[in-house]
C-alpha cells in the first residue's frame, strides 16, 4: 500500500492487516496498551479502542464487501493538543483502504430513534473521538480520527 | 466468544463470554433467534458479565434478539453489562429500550 509518506516525528505504531474480521480483536489489542501509555483514562481508551474497530469493521464491511485479503492500514501520531484548549495530549489515527471512494453525504449514520439492527457503528466513532474526518487521496479512503485527553496522566515517553 | 445455555425454570439462560465483534456476532444472532423463534423460549436472559466488548454489530444481534422475542410475545432481559457494554447501549439509546438487570437474580425475577 502506496501513501503519503508520514515524516512526523511523533509517529508511534503502524499496524497493517488484511480485512479479515478475526483480526479485529489483534488491533483491538495492539491499541489497549499504548492508549494507557499515552495516557488516556480507561473510559477515553474505550471510546477510541470502539472508534478505530467500528472505523476498521465498516472498512471491512462496505469498502471491501466482505472480501478477507484486502489490505488496511492504521497509524497513530501523538498530538498536542492547539494552545487555545485546555487538558492533555491527544492521538491522531490515520486509517488507509483501497476501497471505493465513499460518498461523504453517507457518513452522518441513521437516526438512532429507530429500533433497528446496524447502522449504529458511525454513532460510536462520531461519539467517541474529537474530530473524524474522510477524504479521497491517492485512490485510497483515508479516515482520520482524533482524540484529545481530558486529563493527561502520560507514564512515559514512546 | 463463548456460548453456553442453560435452563432455570422458565428461562433459559445465554452465559457469553469474549469480546463479541463482527468476527462472531452472526453466531450470537443465530442462537438467539433459534432460541426465540424456533425452540419458543418464552422467557431470554443474557449473561454479558464474561464480554469485555461488543460492538455494533453485536448489539445490532441484541436488536435482533429483541425485535424477535417481541413478536413472540417472549420476554428478553441482559444483565452483568460491563462499562463497555453499557456505554455502547447508551451511546445508542438503546440502554432504556432493553430490560437491563443488574445480576441474574435480578434478572430472573419477573
Known amino acids: 500500500m502506496k501513501r503519503p509518506s508520514n515524516r512526523n516525528h511523533d509517529f508511534l505504531l503502524e499496524i497493517k492487516l488484511r480485512s479479515h ?50 489490505p488496511i492500514e492504521v497509524s497513530c501520531r501523538s498530538l498536542r493538543r492547539p494552545s487555545n484548549g485546555k487538558g492533555g495530549r491527544g492521538v491522531e489515527f490515520l486509517l488507509f483502504d483501497h476501497g471505493p471512494a465513499v460518498d461523504p453525504t453517507k457518513l452522518c449514520g441513521r437516526p438512532l430513534d429507530e429500533l433497528r439492527c446496524g447502522g449504529l457503528g458511525l454513532h460510536l466513532i462520531r461519539g467517541g473521538m474529537d474530530r473524524v474526518e474522510y477524504k479521497r487521496t491517492a485512490n485510497m479512503n483515508q479516515l482520520r480520527l482524533i482524540k484529545y485527553a481530558r486529563s493527561s496522566k502520560r507514564r512515559s515517553n514512546p | ?49 464474561g464480554v469485555k466488548y461488543i460492538d455494533s454489530s453485536g448489539v445490532a444481534s441484541l436488536v435482533e434478539g429483541l425485535k424477535a422475542s417481541r413478536d413472540m410475545g417472549s420476554r428478553f432481559v441482559l444483565f452483568g453489562l460491563s462499562a463497555s457494554a453499557r456505554e455502547v447501549l447508551q451511546l445508542s439509546r438503546l440502554l432504556k429500550v432493553f430490560e437491563v438487570r443488574d445480576n441474574e437474580e435480578q434478572a430472573l425475577t419477573s
Open chain 1, 21 to 70: 474480521p478475526r483480526l479485529l480483536c489483534v488491533l483491538r489489542g495492539a491499541m489497549e496498551p499504548l492508549m494507557e501509555v499515552l495516557g488516556f483514562s480507561e473510559e477515553e481508551r474505550r471510546s477510541i479502542i470502539r472508534a478505530i474497530d467500528e472505523a476498521v469493521s465498516n472498512i471491512m464491511r462496505h469498502s471491501y464487501n466482505g472480501r478477507l485479503d484486502r
Open chain 2, 1 to 49: 466468544m463463548k456460548i453456553s445455555v442453560r435452563r432455570v425454570d422458565k428461562a433459559t439462560i445465554f452465559d457469553v463470554s469474549g469480546d463479541i465483534d463482527m468476527s462472531n456476532s452472526p453466531e450470537l444472532r443465530k442462537a438467539l433467534l433459534h432460541e426465540i423463534r424456533d425452540a419458543r423460549a418464552s422467557w431470554v436472559v443474557l449473561n454479558l458479565s
